[in-house]
């Protein structure tokens, strides 16, 4: 039994359904995994957790891609207005892959482009992946030929379970058994942290409230950008330097486990055509 049995379930084209009608302002916590139970037992009893099939517990992965001069990281590592970000991210569960280019132009305006993508090239862009990133990099400005360079960097793992509040007020998601792995190379896991994401309206969410009463304040975290500058020492690491001497000091790593297998892919429903979320439990 987890901390997250006690609520309700809330089916996926309930949650894509309620979540859309938000203006959301979004929040990251970076939270020991002893807190969380706590935290879930502080909220509203009428909170529902996205359930699919009977199961609250799907894992993900992303590999992110970016230049031999990581190109993508520094522009997060030192704020540019023009900034993209490319990975495609696997249901590990269903074997659905995507491909998710988000990009933020001069005038800070943020697009993502989200399509489906071969489960079998994940780790690698297409030519036709590189046309779309290329025609990305045009539209905020950075030269088209650079998507060429592109390779895969960074691999994270991780489950995630979603909440919705009591009349669509705000949503989370919980990311827990957190992994990083670079292709060909050496990583970590962080089995202690949790990493969780509110989005709510004008109004902090009740998640948010709970986890203020509890001491945690928001975090400038980012999954790639914070696990690359926790494997090279080297790279500039200012805007998550707290983190990096806390959650993600090397005393509290640990060795990541081998790759899972994701199954065969089909066609499956209840996967979300937005970034809404599939699930994990904490």
């Known amino acids: ?92 569960d269903t074997g659905t892959a995507y491909l998710e280019i988000k990009t933020r132009g001069a005038r800070g305006t943020t697009v993502k482009d989200r399509d489906e993508y071969d489960l079998r090239t994940r780790d690698r862009l297409t030519d036709d992946a590189r046309g779309d990133v290329a025609d990305a990099f045009d539209a905020i400005g950075l030269a088209a030929e650079r998507a060429h360079e592109l390779d895969a960097t960074l691999v994270t793992r991780y489950r995630r379970a979603t909440l919705l509040a009591p009349d669509g007020a705000g949503r989370a998601t919980i990311d827990t058994a957190l992994e990083w792995v670079e292709p060909d190379a050496g990583g970590f896991a962080l089995p202690e942290t949790a990493i969780v994401e509110t989005k709510s309206g004008a109004r902090p969410s009740d998640v948010d409230r709970a986890l203020w009463r509890a001491g945690h304040r928001p975090a400038t975290v980012s999954k790639y950008a914070t696990g690359l500058a926790a494997l090279h020492p080297g790279l500039p690491r200012n805007r998550w330097a707290r983190l990096l001497r806390g959650p993600f000091a090397p005393s509290r790593r640990a060795a990541p486990h081998p790759p899972p297998s994701a199954v065969t892919p089909t066609p499956d429903p209840t996967v979300p055509k937005e970034d809404t979320s599939c699930s994990v439990a904490a």
């Open 1 to 92: 039994m987890t901390a997250l049995d006690r609520f309700a379930p809330v089916r996926l084209d309930e949650l894509v359904a309620e979540a859309s009608l938000l203006t959301r302002v979004d929040r990251k916590y970076v939270v020991p995994r002893e807190d969380l139970a706590a935290v879930i037992a502080a909220l509203d009893p009428s909170t529902r957790v996205l359930e699919i099939d009977g199961a609250r517990d799907f894992a993900y992965e992303s590999v992110y891609f970016d230049t031999p001069d990581l190109l993508s990281f520094r522009m997060a590592a030192q704020p540019r207005r023009r900034r993209f970000k490319l990975r495609t991210r696997t249901y590990l």
